[in-house]
């Protein structure tokens, strides 16, 4: 078993990443696989910081050259402070979110353009690209509407963009797996949560025999 993997969670808002990282989480753990579960922007208390100023709704002044640097700085932050000890440590890393949100938000949606984005992320992480991504792939709408029909979190400034900004950001993520089609695997997110967790196992499983 390969269990020293870094695996990365994709997709537009209320695609279930969260819900779904924490049930698999949970089943890794009664698999005696040691598993550290973390997010982007965020996860230590620089990059949360960071995040609370990128997501504040009443920053809409945000340039967006200022918003791709300071995802990336978080991502910095965050993948030598946390990420990649644990990665040396012998641990799996499932992070969600990373390098492709800012590539299919910022590079793609926002027009920044992809290589120019992918170049300020080499200059924060280096190379690394995560070993799997798993892209929760969703109509827009259906995510955005999961998220103001359960209100469990506060809508960012991101939430409040355009239909055609969001429609945007998952053409951008379609484009990446064309890109990385060896790394990058789309699950269907608009079904049942609990068949939803079944597929994300099944890639998960695959890639520690
Ligand atoms: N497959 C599903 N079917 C119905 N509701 C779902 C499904 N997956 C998640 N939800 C619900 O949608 C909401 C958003 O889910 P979640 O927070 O897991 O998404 P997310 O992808 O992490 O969103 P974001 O990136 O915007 O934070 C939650 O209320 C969750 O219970
Ligand atoms: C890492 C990263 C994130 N974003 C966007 C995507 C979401 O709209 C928010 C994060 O909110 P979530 O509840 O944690 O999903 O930020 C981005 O535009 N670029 C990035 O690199």
């Not at 890794?28 to 550290?36: F, M, N, P, R």
């Not at 990665?87 to 800012?102: E, P, Q, Y």
């Not at 170049?119 to 998220?147: C, H, W």
Request: glycine share 6%; net charge negative; aromatic share 8%.
């Amino acid at each position: 078993m390969n269990c020293n993997l870094f695996i990365t969670f994709e997709g537009p808002e209320g695609a279930g990443k969260t819900t779904v990282i924490q049930k698999i989480a949970e089943r890794l753990a009664e698999e005696k696989i040691d598993v550290l579960a973390t997010r982007e922007p965020g996860g230590i208390e620089i990059a949360e910081k960071i995040r609370s100023v990128i997501l504040n709704p009443e920053h809409t002044a945000m340039d967006e050259r200022t918003e791709a640097l300071l995802y990336a700085a978080a991502r910095s932050q965050h993948y030598f402070e946390k990420v990649r000890p644990a990665l040396n440590a012998g641990k799996m890393v499932i992070c969600d979110r990373f390098i492709d949100s800012s590539l299919a938000y910022q590079g793609y949606a926002r027009g920044i353009g992809v290589d120019e984005v992918l170049s300020i992320n080499e200059f924060a992480i280096g190379k690394k690209l995560p070993d799997m991504t798993i892209l929760f792939d969703l109509a827009p709408e259906v995510g955005l509407a999961r998220i103001h029909a359960h209100g469990e979190r506060e809508v960012n400034r991101l939430d409040v963009e355009s239909l055609a900004f969001h429609n945007k950001v998952r053409e951008g993520y379609l484009q990446l797996v064309e890109r990385y089609p060896e790394r990058i695997y789309v699950v269907n997110a608009d079904q049942n949560i609990d068949r939803v967790v079944e597929d994300v196992w099944s890639l998960i499983y695959e890639a520690i025999q």
